[in-house]
């Protein structure tokens, strides 16, 4: 589910029919749902798609529930690292982490990041978000070429428990999923090598599929 609906619709309403249909999946044996999420499309009106889905968590039984997607290039991969892990303890493992660069450009305009390489930001993050989820506290992360650094060495109390982030509730980590959009995509490479799932959009046309799979 993107999910979209009309610009006329009020939003709160709209917010509880997403969540029926959720929920009406999951009874009739759906394996999972994928959430989208833009901060500025008001036909694509969720805005976070983790914290629309832990309002489902416990008016859902057994579909998964996913990040359709995450969209990193937003986002701090510490940030994302964390609340992942948390929701993947919330929903005991019923979580599909779903990451792209975040497609939308209204929303890379409106957080000033729209001259930027969101797929290099992409790759970026991914890696730290792994390692973030390999590495024991204080991190020091700090791979060439990659803008993000992560480590609580100056901070960190481990009598405490401070500087240390959750790790998942699936080991090693929770299935994540890519979606892949552009035909002959060099995301589907990226994520096979890093052994991610890649998931074709549903707008994409028939002939191009192909080219997915190959890759």
Not at 37 to 59: G, K, M, R
Not at 84 to 104: K, N, Q
Not at 128 to 138: C, D, G, K, M, Q
Not at 175 to 184: D, S
């Amino acid at each position: 589910m993107m999910p979209v609906h009309p610009l006329h619709r009020n939003h709160t309403e709209t917010l509880k029919e997403d969540r029926e249909a959720v929920i009406l999946a999951d009874q009739l044996g759906y394996h999972d749902v994928f959430i989208g999420e833009h901060l500025t499309d008001q036909a694509e009106s969720i805005t976070n798609s983790l914290l629309f889905l832990a309002t489902l968590i416990h008016s859902t039984r057994n579909i998964k529930l996913a990040s359709g997607t995450c969209n990193l290039s937003q986002i701090h991969p510490a940030i994302v690292a964390a609340n992942a892990a948390m929701f993947d303890h919330l929903c005991e493992g019923r979580f599909i982490l779903g990451v792209s660069p975040g497609a939308l450009v209204s929303d890379a305009e409106a957080i000033g990041i729209l001259e930027e390489d969101r797929n290099k930001t992409f790759a970026e993050a991914i890696d730290v978000i792994l390692a973030i989820w390999e590495r024991e506290a204080p991190y020091d992360i700090e791979f060439p070429g990659n803008r993000f650094k992560v480590s609580t060495r100056k901070t960190m109390d481990l009598g405490l428990g401070v500087g240390v982030m959750p790790k998942p509730y699936q080991k090693p980590h929770p299935e994540i999923v890519g979606t892949v959009v552009a035909p002959f995509s060099k995301g589907v490479v990226a994520m096979g090598e890093r052994d991610f799932h890649p998931l074709s959009a549903n707008f994409l046309l028939p002939h191009w599929l192909k080219t997915h799979w190959a890759n």
